[in-house]
């Protein structure tokens, strides 16, 4: 049974930087398509970013692109989001997310598996 587990989350101010990191346990990452999604107060879950199990391409929101960068270590069965120049519209809950072979990138509804989620608050 596959289970996530984010870390890294915590509370900054504009124009800092954060790492967050997901393990999955019960099964290799190399057959999921793995990512993020944040939920913002209010607001519905948005597509963060990801990273494909076929060819590991990368894909991001346009309001992350060039600020935020998805990667993953095999070895260690994890991926990692580090953030930088973060700004106080990216504070939300971040979810960690997994899916087996799933080829629809941006779409929730393609991840079976979702961690419990770290909170990142950006606040001056």
């Known amino acids: 049974q596959v289970e996530l587990v984010e870390s890294g989350g915590d509370s900054v101010q504009p124009g800092d930087s954060l790492r967050l990191s997901c393990a999955q346990s019960g099964r290799t990452i190399r057959d999921y398509t793995m990512g993020w999604f944040r939920q913002a107060p209010g607001k519905e879950r948005d597509f963060v970013a990801a990273?494909?199990?076929?060819?590991?391409?990368?894909y991001y929101a346009n309001s992350v692109k060039g600020r935020f960068t998805i990667s993953r270590d095999y070895a260690k069965n994890t991926i990692s989001l580090q953030m930088n120049s973060l700004k106080p519209e990216d504070t939300a809950i971040y979810y960690c997310?997994?899916?087996?072979?799933?080829?629809?990138?941006?779409?929730?509804?393609?991840?079976?598996?979702w961690g419990q989620g770290t909170q990142v608050t950006v606040s001056s």
């Open positions: 990273i494909s199990w076929t060819n590991s391409a990368t």
């Open positions: 997310v997994s899916g087996f072979r799933r080829n629809n990138i941006r779409a929730s509804n393609e991840y079976e598996h």
